[in-house]
């Protein structure tokens, strides 16, 4: 997975962070969350997946596809597929905590 960050340093509040996500052919994130950032998902190009609820919800993702992803979900990105999946994520947290909560390395 790569992650290019922007807005970051940008958003007065510094409670905002966009990040376009590329996911690899055949590869998965770590289960993780968002700590506690609500996270929208926009899907850009490929097909892939947010998994969670211990692998009972999977939620497909193709171009054009939103998503919400709660604060504190536990979930891993997914690409099965054999193109690049690139989506693009929008965070807002009310309190100063812009850290991802980690439950493995990503």
């Known amino acids: 997975m790569i992650r290019q960050s922007a807005?970051?340093?940008l958003s007065?509040?510094?409670?905002?962070?966009?990040?376009l996500?590329?996911?690899?052919?055949?590869?998965?994130?770590?289960?993780h969350h968002h700590g506690s950032q609500d996270t929208i998902v926009y899907a850009v190009s490929g097909v892939g997946a947010v998994v969670s609820n211990h692998?009972?919800?999977?939620?497909?993702?193709?171009?054009?596809?939103?998503?919400?992803?709660?604060?504190g979900r536990e979930h891993k990105?997914?690409?099965?597929?054999?193109?690049?999946v690139c989506t693009h994520l929008n965070r807002f947290c009310?309190?100063?905590d812009l850290e991802i909560g980690r439950l493995g390395n990503l």
């Open 7 to 9: 807005i970051v340093d």
């Open 55 to 71: 692998d009972k919800q999977v939620d497909e993702l193709k171009p054009g596809d939103w998503a919400i992803i709660p604060k």
């Open 12 to 19: 007065p509040s510094q409670q905002i962070v966009g990040t």
């Open 94 to 96: 009310l309190t100063d």
């Open 77 to 84: 990105e997914v690409n099965n597929g054999d193109e690049e």
């Open 21 to 31: 996500m590329r996911a690899q052919p055949h590869s998965s994130s770590a289960i």
